[in-house]
């Protein structure tokens, strides 16, 4: 930009209409994951390699699996 399109510059609210602002506020309000009714709490672990390279051998999915195995592990 030249410094007299700089200086003629108007912020977006001054410039766009207010529906464009309430439109955003709705996209920004639907916009990612929905909300998990039972969320996972992060922890660190540490664990045999081994065990680690099972999991991971059947690819993807692999920490929602292991997450399995210790649920059933723990009786729930």
Do not use: C, H, S, Y
């Not at 108007?10 to 998990?36: I, N, S």
């Amino acid at each position: 930009m030249t410094e007299a399109e700089l200086d003629n510059a108007r912020p977006a609210k001054d410039v766009l209409p207010a529906a464009f602002f309430k439109a955003m506020d709705e996209v920004r309000a639907t916009r990612g994951r929905p909300a998990l009714e039972n969320t996972k709490k992060q922890i660190t672990l540490r664990l045999d390699e081994d065990v680690v390279a099972r999991f991971r051998e059947g690819g993807k999915g692999w920490q929602g699996r292991m997450n399995a195995a210790l649920r059933k592990a723990a009786g729930l």
